[in-house]
């Protein structure tokens, strides 16, 4: 008993085992020799004339097998039973194999035989023939009542592993031989022994594993026929005569033959084990290879044509009660994700955006799955629930997943394997089932490492091995050693069930259903509200304009009547034209930025090259009399030159400075202007020593309209940040701002380094 970790198994060579595959594939089809307890007959239509024949004819007829050649079967076989024959052959009823019982006379006395007769891929006539054992009605309904309660006893079976009992005991009672296993394969199509019956002085075999290449070479014929019989593994072959075909001179194909030869690995591979005769059946899911069903006895067993078809027909019947049992395991489960799947899409269709659907509620996508954690990358932004990798380990899983994976979902339980930088992060993410959503976005449920150890029957590093014989040439064998060796499997997590990948491939859909309904809401919802802003913008600007008239107007003759009449009013009269005039420049400042406002969606000025120095200077110059009477200092950087429009970054810092000159503190204004560089734009700060902005109206503050304080305090029409905003958002950047009250604060804005037209 050796361990071995999963880290030593050794590194396959493609080609290499691709070329022993071949070898493999195309010694089961065309050996050249049958197993020796039956004959085999090739003939030639639509004479049966014999044109091929298996060396070893005396068993059944008279004459050696060089002298049946080019004879015709109606020398041999009585004439009702060669008119069945050709009847069959006229019919070309050949779905796979054609049974006739046959009585030959050889000698004194009659031969009862199995005929089988059927074509093989190349579309040769083939009659192959094996002693009889049931020769009357009596013996076949004994057999046919023992058939039909195996059956039954295998159909009331409660679940899988009860069925997989049931399958042994009764293949096991019906053939009579010394072992029957159940084997299950993996998703690497290694085998597993689930379910065994056997003679109590063998050793056990049960949750014993075999590699992937024990039965790869056969797989095909497995999936496609439904009974392998070997008689004695340690018979002498009989070969056929000739060799060759002769109509195209090329090996026989005997890949739907029941009297095929084996290979000599095969061969081998069964002695070394210890067995001599062997019967398989598949057992199939959803018409895919799922397992077998695998007699051995450990001396010659020739088991009969009925006895065979009974096999045939309980592998049948463990094929489809398979995919009822193991609906039926996982039913419960099955209704369970249903109902969370059903919840999911409900949230994802009341939120405004599906995300949310997935994480804020219960259950969440996380119980979707029975995952450990997940993320959702979306709009290039990871959402995660769980225990997930970093996010750089994240960005470096989409980027591979989207170079590497074609398909519309992944699922493995060892990421590791399919993509070695995991392998860092194997305690949380060793399984991945990915799904995409809609190109570019995907979901990531994750397993962690489950580490288990596993049985194999033999060193699984040496399933075949080379070897070369004492003439130098090289030959495949089989391991020698079945000793049970232990290995202990590192990066894996738990396996995918079926119904969880599906419930995952149904939320995608729904996913992409909603988000292209949301986008498709969004987009008209986007139209609208541009089209709504653009009638604000023109409305703005027409009123503000038509406005300015009548203002000025009213103006003009509350000062024309306080000038005139100044000597007869008394003081309440000069105080209410005093709050008129006031009024009046209140109103007109108000027009002004709004006016200000509405052309900078209406005004498209293409952008041209402005340098800030320029910029700054004529803001300061706007607000010359502030700056004196506040005894205020401006400190700037040097300052570069920008695509943009020249007037609408005035207003920007006019406004900005012109904030924190009117917000000051105590002290005398000291405003700091900086620049820096980066990447893709210009950053700027405007810096003051100022009274500050609590906290709360962070999100007021460049709303159009929002005071932060009484117009007695502070004058103003609570336009202007909103304009700063709408004038950088033109020139494709973003403005914030940093504050701590009674200490000052610090506006950041950028502006785009690309070239911007508009």
């Not at 997989?164 to 299950?184: F, N, P, Q, S, T």
């Not at 004695?232 to 070969?239: F, G, I, T």
């Not at 401006?634 to 924190?660: H, T």
Request: charge should be negative.
């Amino acid at each position: 008993m050796n361990p071995i970790k999963s880290s030593d198994r050794q590194t396959i060579d493609i080609d290499s085992e691709k070329e022993k595959f071949d070898d493999f594939h195309e010694h089961i089809h065309l050996p050249g020799f049958i197993q020796p307890h039956g004959v085999l007959l090739v003939l030639e239509e639509p004479s049966l004339k014999i044109v091929q024949a298996s060396n070893n004819t005396s068993i059944f007829f008279d004459v050696p097998p060089e002298q049946l050649l080019n004879r015709s079967l109606s020398k041999f076989l009585p004439r009702t039973q060669l008119r069945n024959l050709k009847k069959i052959v006229e019919r070309n009823d050949f779905d796979m194999l054609n049974f006739a019982k046959l009585r030959l006379k050889k000698e004194d006395e009659y031969l009862f035989l199995d005929g089988i007769l059927h074509r093989n891929p190349d579309g040769f006539l083939i009659l192959e023939l094996e002693q009889s054992t049931y020769r009357n009605d009596m013996d076949f309904l004994g057999f046919y009542n023992s058939l039909r309660s195996a059956a039954a006893k295998i159909q009331k079976t409660a679940n899988l592993q009860e069925m997989y009992g049931a399958i042994v005991r009764e293949v096991r009672k019906l053939v009579k031989c010394d072992r029957v296993m159940v084997y299950k394969y993996d998703r690497n199509w290694n085998g597993e022994v689930v379910a065994e019956d056997k003679r109590d002085d063998l050793e056990p075999f049960l949750r014993l594993h075999y590699p992937d290449a024990d039965t790869k070479p056969c797989r095909d014929l497995y999936a496609e026929h439904w009974l392998r019989l070997i008689v004695d593994v340690n018979a002498k072959s009989a070969d056929l005569i000739p060799l060759h075909h002769p109509k195209n001179n090329a090996p026989l194909n005997l890949g739907n033959s029941v009297l095929r030869g084996f290979s000599p690995c095969h061969q081998e591979y069964l002695q070394n084990m210890g067995v001599c005769s062997t019967l398989v059946m598949p057992v199939k899911q959803s018409k895919k290879l799922w397992g077998l069903i695998s007699c051995h006895h450990y001396t010659p067993k020739h088991v009969s044509y009925e006895l065979r078809q009974a096999c045939e027909f309980l592998s049948q019947i463990a094929s489809s009660e398979l995919v009822m049992k193991a609906e039926a395991e996982d039913y419960d489960y099955q209704i369970q994700l249903k109902s969370v799947q059903a919840k999911l899409t409900e949230y994802m269709s009341i939120e405004e955006n599906f995300v949310k659907g997935l994480i804020e509620d219960k259950p969440n996508i996380l119980d979707l799955v029975n995952a450990t954690g997940v993320a959702i990358y979306w709009q290039d932004e990871f959402t995660t629930i769980g225990n997930v990798p970093e996010t750089s380990d994240l960005e470096s899983l989409i980027v591979w997943l989207r170079n590497n994976v074609r398909e519309e979902f992944l699922e493995t339980d060892s990421l590791s394997n399919l993509y070695p930088e995991a392998e860092k992060y194997k305690d949380i993410a060793s399984g991945l089932l990915a799904i995409s959503i809609l190109p570019k976005n995907y979901i990531l449920w994750f397993r962690p490492e489950f580490i288990q150890t596993v049985n194999w029957a033999g060193n699984p590093n040496q399933a075949i091995v080379e070897e070369v014989d004492s003439e130098g040439v090289i030959r495949l064998t089989p391991r020698g050693s079945f000793e049970v060796w232990k290995e202990i499997v590192h990066l894996k997590s738990l396996p995918w069930k079926l119904c969880e990948v599906e419930a995952a491939k149904d939320l995608r859909r729904a996913i992409i259903n909603i988000a292209l309904r949301q986008a498709d809401e969004q987009a008209k919802l986007a139209r609208e509200l541009k089209r709504s802003n653009d009638d604000l913008e023109k409305f703005a600007y027409v009123a503000s304009h038509d406005l300015q008239e009548p203002l000025n107007l009213v103006s003009s003759y509350v000062q024309l009547l306080e000038m005139r009449y100044r000597d007869r009013l008394g003081d309440d009269a000069k105080e209410f034209i005093s709050f008129a005039v006031d009024g009046v420049s209140h109103m007109q400042a108000l027009i002004d930025d709004l006016l200000a406002y509405s052309r900078v969606g209406t005004q498209k000025k293409k952008f041209v090259e402005v340098k800030i120095e320029d910029v700054l200077n004529r803001a300061c110059w706007n607000l010359q009399t502030k700056i004196n009477e506040n005894e205020a200092e401006i400190v700037q950087d040097r300052l570069p030159s920008v695509l943009g429009d020249r007037i609408q970054l005035v207003q920007v810092f006019q406004n900005l400075i012109g904030n924190a000159i009117k917000f000051r503190g105590q002290e005398s204004p000291q405003i700091q202007i900086e620049v820096q560089q980066r990447k893709e734009d210009y950053l700027f700060s405007v810096c003051d020593n100022g009274i500050g902005i609590d906290p709360q109206f962070r999100d007021r503050i460049f709303t159009i309209f929002q005071r932060l304080h009484s117009r007695d305090e502070y004058p103003g029409t609570g336009i202007g940040l909103a304009l700063c905003k709408k004038i950088i958002e033109r020139h494709g950047g973003t403005i914030w701002f940093e504050s701590e009250l009674g200490k000052g604060s610090t506006f950041y804005f950028t502006i785009s380094l690309s070239s911007q037209t508009e």
